[in-house]
């Protein structure tokens, strides 16, 4: 079982794209220690069955069209966009920080 | 900009618009008239040779995505506007609007919801209390806590009290930058607007935390909350007063 997030930031700088992959039992999704909700310490379960995470990250990757008669980024990668779109949820009504 | 380093606090943040590009001059450059170069004695310069579309408060900019996949979570395929009918910079002032404005479908997140909703889909929590919320909305199995009436309702309106592009924040910004602008004598409508911000900063403060602790307690120790609906009335009242000063003032 797998969990994938997909997130991108507006943020015109160089291009950046991180993949990781998590396996049970080495489930730090960051360097902050993260502890399992059941209290298993140490000993990691990830809930629903999830054995793997795919969190990736795009910069200055647009779902929205700059352009209304042009394709935007993302709908230009039918594939990842279709993915998400039947498989879970895709969420543009997200927002970031002023920068 | 505001963390636990009070030194770190800003005296003064300034958002540009859209096009803008802000950064430090001479200290004694000409208010008026528009240089060709970063050289000129202008405060203000245009060049044809950078363009700059991606500053700073405003709804093309601070509008994004992010996609979940996976078991728990629900398949709701796009939830929120169409990739044609995003915020953008066309037409007059480049764009210079705000998100909040926009009143967008779908949920509104914020980035800071990606961790948590990450986090409690996985079964984990951090030792740690996020600035975000589990987005209940795409919960296919949401736990108990979570999945009482009025929950889900009290996220939103925490969203629109708390994200740095909600409501209050929009009209707060707006207020201020008002106020500044104000001309008045001894600086009464600078006074009045910072000491009327001043106590909506308070208030905000102390529903937000409130709320956000009761929020995390419901998706990581499945704490019911009491009382979602007084909150929630409360979470508007603060929001309308923000937006109430906001109007008070002329732009």
Redesign the interface.
Known sequence: ????????????VGGLCAVGTVTSGL?S??P???????GDGDS???????KH?V?IGFDNVH????N?NV??D??LMPNLLN????????????????? | MVNADPARTPTLAM?ANPDYYLQTGSTSCTASGVGTSYKSPNCVYQTDSYAWD?????A?????????????????????????????S?GANSGLTV?SDYH????????TD??PT??Y????????EHDGRV?TQ?LS?PNFALSQPGVTALGECYKQLN???GEFAADTLQADTNAIESNTAGDSEYLRVDAQLRGLEVARDQLAGQIKGELEDAA?RDKPIFGTAQQTGACQALIKAASALSNSTSS
Request: charged share 15%; with cysteine.
């Open positions: 079982m797998r969990l994938t997030a997909v997130a991108a930031s507006a943020v015109l489930a999704a960051s902050v220690k993260a502890h399992s909700a059941r990691c379960h990830l809930a629903n069955g999830i995470v969190q779902f929205f069209r700059d209304p394709p935007s993302l709908e993915f998400i779109e039947q498989n879970g949820v895709m969420l543009s009504n997200n927002h970031r920080l002023p920068g | 958002f991606h500053g700073d408060y405003a093309e900019v601070n509008s994004n995505y992010v996609g979940f996949v996976g078991p728990g979570v629900k398949h709701l395929g796009l939830d929120g506007p169409a990739a044609n009918q995003g915020p953008d066309a998100v967008l479908p779908g949920p509104w997140v914020d980035e990606i961790r990450m986090m889909l996985l079964g984990l929590r951090d030792d740690y987005i795409i199995y994200s740095s592009v990581f």
